[in-house]
């Protein structure tokens, strides 16, 4: 059975091809000028919001790294700064860094500290601050829109899902990841970070239960409308 989403998406294009066509037709030009500037414009204005989250995120991490240490746990190289009390976090865009807090490395128990780790070291490998930014840029745009900030919110969630999956495959275990979760200070973190803490509590809970994950994967949103606006283009403009 087709899935919802891909059906939906097949869909738009066909209705964007169909819209091209005939307005082709009844102009006898190109009608893909205002879309193609529109989109560039939309794809712009995420790229600059994107750019203004990565240097945000480069001017955090300089402060944060002024008074910190260097540190490895359970293999995972970081800096260890007063500063963040009780959080973990990764930062940099480009060559991403984890980030602990001094009173979280000494609270939490040594099964905590490692899923913590394994958690922020698949955020590092597979540059989660970026997708954060892309992802927040967009939200930026859309805000007032409930139904797509939902469907954004739940890609960002799918991010630390995804991280955590990875940290049980690396021998964490679910109680541990959710325990960690819990006892840290999700105050200071950006919507990118918090969003569907409890969504990701229940779900560690219902894994150490046994009880599968019937979710599914959250597509790369962050990367389909510049994809869409390409794809539709030349679309078009081969219809024409």
Known sequence: MTDPRIGGAIAMVLGVL????????????????AFEIGGAAL????????????????????????????????????RVTPALAMDALVLGS????????????VSLMDCELEAVMFHEDHHRRTRA???????????RITGRSNHLRTVLLGRLTALETLADADAIRRGS?????????????LSIHPVAFTYGTQLRVERLLEHASGIPDRSRPAPPYEWLPIAFVAITSLICHASL
């Open 18 to 33: 169909g819209w091209c066509v005939a307005f082709g037709a009844l102009l006898g030009g190109d009608p893909m000028i």
């Open 43 to 78: 794809v712009l204005l995420w790229a600059v919001l994107v750019v203004r989250e990565v240097l945000e995120s480069r001017r955090v991490a300089a402060v944060l790294t002024i008074d910190s240490e260097p540190g490895v746990f359970f293999g995972v190289a970081c």
């Open 94 to 105: 480009l060559r991403p860094q984890v980030f602990v807090g001094a009173e979280l490395v």
């Open 129 to 139: 601050p970026l997708r954060a930014a892309a992802l927040g840029a967009w939200l």
């Open 173 to 185: 275990t679910p109680r541990s990841l959710a325990a960690a979760l819990l006892k840290g200070d």
